[in-house]
Nanobody, 121 residues
Framework: QVQLIESGGGLLQAGGSLRLSCAASGRSFSRTAMGWFRQAPGKEREFVAAIDWIRRTYYADSVKGRFTISRDNAKNTVYLEMNNMKPEDTAVYYC???????????????WGQGTQVTVSS
């Protein structure tokens, strides 16, 4: 059974940093793309970042230059380093695996349960 477990969410002040982790189990995702998405209250889910199997990275314009996605295939884990955070980054962040282009479309086969990130002003 495939599982994606996110961790690292929390409450922080604007300008702060946070690192999310997503540990996958049940199969290896080293040869697929993985991504992060988020959903704020009252809004649709949106693409945040993706990383493919040769570590090419893709970002939403709203997080480019502030967020960094990375992966450790040996640990079957993907990370999202978030810096200079803003109140508008407040959302539930979801990890996804087996994602297909275009990554912004959210066409991923596996999803985590999400982790809450709240940024206060």
């Amino acid at each position: 059974q495939v599982q994606l477990i996110e961790s690292g969410g929390g409450l922080l002040q604007a300008g702060g940093s946070l690192r999310l982790s997503c540990a996958a189990s049940g199969r290896s995702f080293s040869r697929t793309a993985m991504g992060w998405f988020r959903q704020a209250p009252g809004k649709e889910r949106e693409f945040v970042a993706a990383i493919d199997w040769i570590r090419r990275t893709y970002y939403a314009d709203s997080v480019k230059g502030r967020f960094t996605i990375s992966r450790d295939n040996a640990k079957n884990t993907v990370y999202l380093e978030m810096n200079n955070m803003k109140p508008e980054d407040t959302a539930v962040y979801y990890c996804a695996a087996d994602c297909r282009v275009p990554y912004g479309g959210g066409r991923c086969d596996y999803w985590g349960q999400g982790t809450q990130v709240t940024v206060s002003s």
